[in-house]
């Protein structure tokens, strides 16, 4: 059966996804969010007001900033790091990519054997960034409205990831920057009153739009990806409330997002609804202590275990084999590292970095750290390796093992916790999610204006004019 064929075969053909997502998107209210979900949501706003901070250093965003003062503008909403306004669509660019520039943004997590773990989407950028910008550009929309339409857009751009087959991800697409449009025109939508066949118009524009691909990981252009799903979100919304038409059922059908970019979708899944679980509570969602791939997480983990433990210092070393599947080694795909784009998919680098450091930071993943004499020299100490057993045990979980060999011949090995630190079973405390967000500032914010932005993310819910309020927060940063 040919690719196309396959899609047809596995797409339901009488489905209701995107008049489904659009009912949910008009009904629901604040009271019907769980208070659990409003919790992570915190916990996910605070850590990506952390993240623009940290990409608003990064080269990428000084040529994105600079595009986005030649072109100019509507004065809708504050451009990153700047006290300036531009249109809407040009803010939320900017401030996408900044939130997934260090690739430190949260992952969404999925307990389906069938998904491969760790490639679902990075839910929380995409929608917050378009409540951001869209706040602003309507002025005076309060802490529970930006919160209702943020966690929304959480919410259909997961279910949709979600219920798409794993061949979207297979076959190269992005989902972050594909997926993560529909989660940005959904808050967007929420905050401007969208309804009706103009709610679902606006899926179709999201639809159409939707794009990104992995061979540009390790490159400038992967954090586009989110930035342009940002933009692209707000601008369907935009477009659509001016009466701009689209295919009302895009999600469905044939032709429709999901049989096109994912090669159909799950009839089971689709059962779920949106909203009857939020999936940013069961099964829940990841948010990284690295800047790097969640998939390289556990391993970075087991390196800094057995390197401590033992009082393994880097000249000690002679090699480093991981032992890992191909759900792993395929996307983490540099070998060597030659910058800090690269090493954010690179085990290699990662764990030279703790081999070196101890850790693995945002002053460990800068070119200047990766392309120094030690790391590169580190680095080609250290090799991957497919593993067979650990292959055929399935790609529900993130497993891998280490073997350090020391120059005296001795050998320390382990073994991976699959409850890695970060996800839904282990996750990072309120303390240090704040230690996270002022790793991000450091340098960048002063003590008292990380103070004010910790500050209005815990009590968002009590913000008057809550999308002015977090990026006036954010205007330092540069």
Request: proline letters at 5%.
């Amino acid at each position: 059966m040919s690719v196309a064929q396959n899609a047809f075969a596995e797409m339901p053909q009488d489905t209701t996804m995107t008049a489904d997502a659009a009912a949910f998107v008009e009904s629901v209210t604040f009271d019907d969010i769980p208070e659990e979900a409003l919790r992570i949501g915190k916990r996910c706003l605070l850590d990506g007001l952390g993240l623009y901070v940290a990409g608003s250093e990064e080269h990428t965003l000084d040529i994105l900033v600079d595009e986005a003062l030649e072109m100019g503008g509507r004065e809708d909403a504050l451009l990153l790091g700047r006290n300036i306004k531009v249109p809407a669509p040009m803010a939320a660019r900017v401030l996408g990519t900044a939130g997934h520039a260090h690739d430190w943004d949260d992952s969404q997590v999925s307990i389906d054997p069938a998904h491969i773990y760790g490639l679902l989407t990075h839910p929380t950028i995409p929608p917050l960034t378009a409540a951001i910008v869209m706040s602003q550009r309507l002025g005076n929309v309060s802490g529970r409205d930006f919160m209702l339409a943020f966690l929304t857009g959480f919410e259909v751009e997961c279910k949709i990831s979600e219920w798409m087959l794993p061949q979207h991800y297979m076959q190269g697409m992005h989902s972050s920057g594909t997926v993560g449009h529909f989660g940005a025109f959904v808050a967007a939508a929420k905050l401007m009153g969208l309804t009706g066949e103009k709610l679902r118009h606006g899926f179709g524009i999201a639809a159409s739009f939707a794009a990104g691909i992995r061979c540009n990981f390790g490159t400038m252009t992967k954090p586009l990806h989110v930035g342009r799903a940002a933009e692209n979100g707000v601008t369907a919304a935009l477009l659509a409330a001016r009466g701009y038409t689209a295919d009302p059922t895009a999600l469905d059908g044939p032709w429709g997002f999901m049989a096109v970019q994912g090669g159909g979708a799950s009839p089971e899944k689709i059962a779920q609804g949106f909203g009857k679980t939020w999936t940013i509570v069961d099964p829940g969602v990841s948010i990284k202590p690295y800047p790097c791939g969640v998939l390289t997480h556990p391993t970075i983990d087991l390196m800094l275990r057995l390197v401590t433990d033992a009082d393994i210092r880097a000249e000690d070393i002679d090699t480093v084999t991981v032992h890992a599947g191909t759900n792993i080694l395929k996307p983490i795909r540099y070998p060597i590292a030659a910058n800090h784009l690269q090493a954010k998919f690179s085990l290699p680098a990662a764990l030279a970095m703790i081999a070196l450091a101890r850790q693995a930071g945002k002053v460990e993943f800068s070119d200047a750290f990766v392309g120094s004499d030690d790391m590169q020299a580190m680095q080609r100490r250290i090799r991957t390796e497919l593993d067979p057993e650990i292959e055929a045990q399935g790609f529900d979980k993130m497993r891998s093992r280490i073997t350090i060999r020391l120059k005296d011949g001795s050998e320390v090995a382990g073994w991976a916790d699959e409850r890695y630190r970060g996800g839904p079973e282990n996750p990072l405390s309120d303390d240090e999610v704040v230690a996270k967000v002022r790793s991000c500032c450091d340098g960048v914010l002063s003590e008292a204006e990380q103070d004010t932005l910790i500050r209005n993310g815990w009590n968002i819910l009590d913000l008057q004019d809550a999308g002015s309020v977090l990026a006036q927060g954010l205007t330092s940063a540069r």
